[in-house]
């Protein structure tokens, strides 16, 4: 479900990446001027389509989701700060159409960071890296006795 709007979104994006990188030349000259000016702010926007098409059909198959969501949820941050700049807008209609949108995106980063998160139902890296810490502590506390009960005989 997730996929669905990034592959809408994207596609779109594509279309229109003229007017969209207009719009977002704040974000996309300078990476444009960092390439070198290999890339304009047109093929900017393209990229970031081309991402969130590709890592969209992954995470829909579920190939490497959690990497697929964190990669989501990274090329949904600049695109909602710039296309969605309702605090810039005067025009209360379009001002409140575009809160909703960003607070739309802003959802969609929420339920990416619990994809990202998810274990599907596996002990997470952190649990793991806690319990071996406990564990290593424990063998440590162990042998340490014993190298004390050797001395004391």
């Known amino acids: 479900m997730l996929s669905a709007t990034f592959v809408v979104g994207a596609t779109s994006a594509w ?13 996309t000259k300078p990476i444009a001027s960092a390439t070198g000016g290999t890339l304009t702010p047109a093929d900017l926007v393209k990229v970031n ?10 995470f829909a198959l ?11 949820g990274a090329s949904l941050v600049p695109t909602t ?9 005067s025009d209360e209609p379009d001002r409140t159409q575009q809160k909703i949108h960003f607070l ?38 162990s042998a340490s006795q014993s190298v004390l009960d050797v001395a004391d005989r």
């Open 49 to 58: 389509a081309v991402v969130q098409v590709s890592a969209a059909g992954l």
């Open 81 to 89: 700060i710039v296309g969605h700049a309702y605090w810039e807008i």
């Open 104 to 141: 739309k995106n802003a959802g969609l980063i929420g339920g990416l960071m619990f994809a990202a998160l998810d274990t599907g139902g596996r002990p997470s890296v952190f649990w793991s890296g806690r319990k071996a810490a406990i564990g290593f502590k424990d063998t440590l506390a």
């Open 15 to 27: 279309k229109r990446a003229e007017v969209l990188a207009e719009k977002s030349q704040r974000v």
């Open 62 to 72: 579920g190939v490497f989701p959690r990497v697929m969501a964190i990669v989501l």
